[in-house]
């Protein structure tokens, strides 16, 4: 069952850094809330903080405070707004609005903190785009619809898909994409294949996991110069656009202590909006690469959702 946000205020402000007044309705489009300091194009157009919020701050200072005192667009109630994620979404019938910002830094001089002696924006406010725009107003409901990054992990061997060793390199990943994960703003969800290193299977499996709206592609296993090692020939020419400084740099980072890491032919890239990352089959070489990766990988989830966030 769908979580229900409920609008309790809605507050402009033409200059940013300042309390945002109350106002009876606002139109959305495009570019966020028409008249608003924050509008743009940009990935910041809306902010949301929960009355939830207000009242943890209050029993803390002692003090009253009203809607738009902290600057945000839109007060609401009923989902804890601090739990949310980047790409959970708030849907109703005439509105969409995706999550792209959890928190933020304050403006340097902010007058909220003046006044109010602190502001919960920078770790319990979030930022919003605008995907479907429309008018607003006061008790305006919306479903919370929360966002999982679908992550697919394949192993490719041929023995262990036979049942003759147990694959240690797939849950390996899952393991370190879930710890990579814990800390941050994102929710993931991560699943595992096993398949022999055949080149028509991995291509099924590739084909299968745009159709099902996989955001990102790991595989393990057949980067070598082996003659069973060809998931690089199967994925390098499936790819729209190649991400070769990842590869290139792991590849350089380890070759100077192990040289025979520089034999590996591993590809990293983008399909449609899928990301793609061949690794090692190596629980070892598996670490290394997905270390390297994790920086990486939340920016570009941002970049190829169109979320601007330098």
Known sequence: MNQVLTVKSLNISENKGTK????PEIELDERGLVGDSHAGSWH???SLLGLESYVRFIDQVGRMLDPGDFAENITTEGVELKDAKILDRFVSDSIEMEVTQIGKKCH???EIIKEAGACIMPKEGIFCRVIKGGILKPGHQFDYIPRSVK????TLSDRASA??????SGPEIEKLLTEGFAATHWRIAVGRVLIPDDADLLKKQIEQAREEGID???????TGIGPRDITPDVV???LD?????????????HGERLPSALLSRSVAGTIGNMLIYTLPGSVKAVREYTEEILRTLPHSLLMLHGINAH
């Open 20 to 23: 945002k007044k109350p106002v």
């Open 236 to 238: 390098a020419p499936l």
């Open 241 to 253: 656009r190649e991400l070769p400084g990842v590869m290139e740099f792991i590849r350089m980072k």
């Open 151 to 154: 992550i697919r992990v394949i």
């Open 108 to 110: 340097f001089g902010c």
């Open 216 to 222: 990102v592609i790991f595989t393990t296993g057949g």
């Open 163 to 168: 049942g003759e060793y147990e694959d240690l």
């Open 44 to 46: 910041r157009q809306v």
